[in-house]
């Protein structure tokens, strides 16, 4: 009774607020002051033609770039609960799966590539790509085991970083060449906004991909599983 | 040439790179975490007189300039919150080269805290300050927001166990919380203003629904994360649960990023908004904050619980800004006053935690009441918290007594002298809580408990930061020059204004 | 570089010395390889300020501006004399502090605090600039807490407690002071201090804050307590250098001889005069030889306080005033850290004709000394007040006339009283060490020299030889031996439980005192209505008194308030109500 | 009624209904959807109010926004996500007792 009235009260300020704020939405000057006329006078020179592409990785580039970071510390977080036994697939691949996934996934390869190169002209880009990839390899540590365990330790390191390391190397990079931090050099844009989507769109694969373990894949695994090659953990 | 060099780049992506290389390379986490601590204080100098020589400085990233792009901005404020990041920065790095050193394994049981995380995630969460104090366009502050947010909740979460696992997802939770009200905040500024930058936002935001909206959802989300009373539950469990040298950082420094970004907002953007009644909520709240804080930091059990129940006290004194700022000609003086009672809190704070942390680490738990004696096993330690507990009561000549002063000096000028009597019982208060835990662990007993030995750079890290606390009370006019660059309140600083 | 160049280094290097060189020592004494070595040079370390006093030239200054806010150390006229008989003290209580704690375990602990408050004293003397003048009262003031608290019994733990209450509230003052002096003069230089317009708070709060020091009425109470309680050779320096820290604050803080405030004057002379018969009258019925000799510098400050009180009135006369204050400073240090050092000496004086005799003259000369015998230093000093209160105008002279050797009466009995519980019942088997005696026989030999020398006192002490003043100061002695006779006549047949005695730190036994019959009474007379009010009280609130009475009703609020429901409805009421006042106060 | 303003109304009522399941819920899981929910409600507002009252093509600034704050929301969900299964692990319950002691 005292839990529904105190959920009563809440829902009446809430409504309360929300109506404010409401009122606040309705009240604003549509045709306001933007800033897509001055995106649009600049995609020129942003490297891409797709202008949210052009606002995230030039214009406003180093939001990005701290993105990438939280990202990166979604990883970090999720290692700081501790060692995880890496799943195991809940029963072996079966013939169809098995054929199924041969097909399945060097097509999301592909259209993570595609999603990727898309992203200068048109929707889609690193994290869409990312996204694909990590499907991609939540699908594999579902049915293959080995394949997450050969990864772990410094490759994996290495390959859940790398996306930050390239964008900040690129964004230092362009400041020690002369301009200020994360300014292009002038015909590079758009080449370097390939290289730093590339090894985003790889981190963040991985990225997903390790966070769906939901913890730090411990190291024991590795050298248990490659001990006992084939031989598949009970349980 | 030196004033060309954009220094405040390197103060965000040193602490960056280093805290990623910690991750790449295990096991060099700490010789990283020295070269930030010392790599930090050449670009720290550099802004620092950049500042005072030619003003608040601007640094367009990509060089669009805002409002396309956006721009990192110091002044005063900003230098204050650097350095006050940098001293316990560097002190809590010390400190953890000893806490995290191979030979003292960690105190939590069934629990391995991982060093190389630790020093990954701390770098990480130094950067992310550096962010946010360097930045001034409200979207990027959010993404610094969650950046701040994240780190600190994974660092809670290193300590293991129920309890500060349970903290970690409590922190998480009302971390996005804050940050979401403010992101819709962000949101409603941008639709009617069409910018996102600070300086251009002071130009056009009026009073409008919008901007009510906004100050609102943006104040509200960012009162969150500071633990203002009576949204301060998250803060004890997360800042007592947390690994001491995380504590020492999250009470020192991550609550007063939150109200540094409020701080911005209501002197910067929402001037034409915000009202003396809405400052004067805030006022009262920080005034319950104080008693409530005090209160239970007097009853608690545990000496990290009393340290974080002393940070929602202190963190009620900030919030006296906001009414203070208000008094005809007092307003620069409690915009000071404010400003040195975070910096110096911040000192006497991590000096707090840090110690509180060594009692953990020698003694393998903090309950007060079987903490009689210890002095007579960690004598440092025990000054180290001492001299912290003489800024945090507010006594000279500490850091905590000129920003007591000051906020004072303000409440008597403007004729407010209601906060002033507040802030004589909550140092009052301090006082008690602080000779509670005294009393018990100064007292004689035949029986000393047993310590484990504790590595030097835990005891004199935390006599540094305390003695630092101290030694703010005595060379007052630098910091309170430096905050003068920019302040967006002007007037004298009162110091000795009796009416 | 020409000699004279080096000379100058030479002297400013001895001047930072004289501070720097304790605080040195006290610190290396952590280090635990070089405790051996240190431990026999402790008392020595005050030689360097010693010599500052004796034979650096006068306005010596020298700054270090790499150091805090640019201190400024230096000597002048005031601070020679006060260095002089302060560091002298702290050299002889050093060493005989050195055999007095060869058997005590915490000596080191001791020593270290000993040396940080000896640091601090001669800080404060030197420095010439309000931030390291503050800084070395406050090392000097918070480091004597370890001395005080040293023996860690009951009774100094108490006398520690409220030593640091007192000192606290006393560095709050001293600091708002120095604050507000700041503000008014925006210099931080001692010297154009005294020029600013006397504002009333600014004066209070010195006052109160170096009072404490000082043991004036009523802040006084820490000092009986405290005093005893400390080791001998501490309680030496407390009661006969530190003391007179508070005293120079005043001197050089107070607008003396500048202007004039007569309000602040009388004030001045009135509690000094009341400080100094309170200090006899609760000093004779004390038991603890120790404790009499602090109710008797409470007693000998107030003679200070009268001196000043009158350059304070007329600005004129400071000069003479003046005069009299540093002799008496002088002569009261000698004097006391004498007998206390003799306090601590005569319970280990072997049972020998020559020893007994020795303790007997070395008690006695300090004693009469006080007491303003003819002859001795004291008899000096008080010359020096009589000029100083001569040109007074007003009904003061008579008062004075009258009251002072009423006083010096006291003062006689007081010593007497010292005598008797000083002197020992059985005498020790051995002989005391050498290094205890040599410092008591060098302080007594410095009693009888003292304020002879001094050159401020060169026209006190000339008068003081004339035969006139000889015969007034005989009699005021003379009465108080009477007055002890008949009082021993009285108290012949009694045990010593049976003599009246009031308990030490007089104030704070009566507040506890008064507590009880308070306690007593209200449950007599009103008890019967009181228990039937609470019954009925407890009956109606006993739910929620239990429940408070825990403590636990805060903790489950606590609990209430971290539930989310109640969160969520803090947050969201308060943004309700913020966005209604933003929208309220919209024109 | 315009399209944008309805989308955004639409969003602000999603915001309200995550911040409500936020604060009345105690199953961990439910929390941190109600937070996705209030996210997913404020980047509709952004995308919705992009749009303005009558333009071709919409403000690219507010998509940028929306799409970093997406990520921003996938990474905190991840790292709820397994900090609620950590908390189940170590506290055998799927919420968090409510108080501040411990």
Redesign the interface.
Known sequence: MRLFSAKLIIIVLLVALAGLIAWAILSLPFNGPSLRAQVFANIGHSGVSNPVTAVLLNFRGYDTLLEIVVLFLAVLGAWSLGMVQLPGPPYPAGLFLSALLRILLPAMVLTAGYLLWAGAHAPGGAFQAGAVLGGAGILLLLTEVRFASAIVSWPLRTLLSAGVLVFTGVALGSMFLGGRLLEYPRHWAGILILVIETAATLSIGVILTVLFIGGRPSEADRTLSVKSTGKRKDK | MVALIPWSVWIIFLPLLTGIFAFLFRGRGAQLGIVTAVGLLPPLIGLTWQVLSCGPQHYSVGGWGAPLGIDLYADGLSIIMLVMTALVGIGTTFYATGYYSPTGETKEKNHQQDPALFWSLWLLLWAALNCLFLSADVFNLYVALEFLGLSAVALVALAGGPSAVAAAMRYLLVSLLGSLSYLLGVALLYFAHGTLSLGLLAESVTSSPASFAATTLMTAGLVMKTALFPLHFWLPPAHANAPAPVSAVLSALVVKASFYLLLRLWFQVFTNTVTPSVALLLGILGVAAIFWGSVQALMAQRLKLLVAYSTVAQLGYIFLVFPLAQGKGTGFSAWCGGLYFILSHACAKAAAFLAAGTVLYGFGHDRIDELAGITQRLPVTMFAFGVAGVSLIGLPPSGGFIGKWLLLNAALAGGQWWWAIVIIIGGLLAAAYVFRFFSRAFSYVEQVPICRDVPWSMELTALALGLSAMALGIIATQPLAVMQIGAPLAGPVLTGGLP | MSFLDLSEMAQKLLLMLGPALPLAMGLALLLRSWQKILSRLNGWSALPALAVAVILPLDTYAEFSWL??KVRLGLDDTGRVFLFFTSLLWLLAGVFGRSYMAKDQNQKRFFFFYLLSMSGNFGLILAQDM?SF??FF?LMSFSSYGLVVHN?DAEALRAGRIYIYLV?LG??M???AL??L???TGSLNLAPLALAPANN?IFALFFLGFGIKAGALPLHVWLPLAHPAAPTPASAVLSGAMIKAGLLGWLRFLPLGQVASPEWGSLCILAGLVAAFFGVIVGVFQKNPKTVLAYSSISQMGFMTVSMGVGLSIPAIWPVARAAVITYALHHAFAKGALFLGAGLAPKIKDGRLQKWLLAFGLGLPALALAGAPLTSGLVAKTALKLAIAPLTGPWPEYLALLLPLATVGTTLLMIRFFVTVWPVRFASSPGALGLRLPFIVMVFFVALGAWLLPEAQKSAHKALSLDSFSLALWPVAAGILLALVAFALFRRKTDSGIPSIPAGDLVAIVSWLAKPCQHVSQKYLGPGIQELRATLSMRLSPFLQVYKK?EF??HM??V??????????????????????????? | MNISLLYSLVGLALFSLGLYGLIAYGHLLRKILAVNVMGSGAFLILVALARGWRQTSPDPVPHAMGLTGLVVAVSATALALALACRVQETTGSTQLTEDGSD
């Open positions: 805090l806010l931030a503050y800084l406050a860690g606290v560095e709050v001293l600091f708002s604050v507000m700041y503000e008014t708070i403590t805060l903790w606590e609990k308030l971290s539930s989310w429901l109640a969160v969520g409805t803090a947050l969201l009421s308060m943004s309700v109500v913020f966005f209604l006042l933003l929208l309220f106060s919209w024109q």
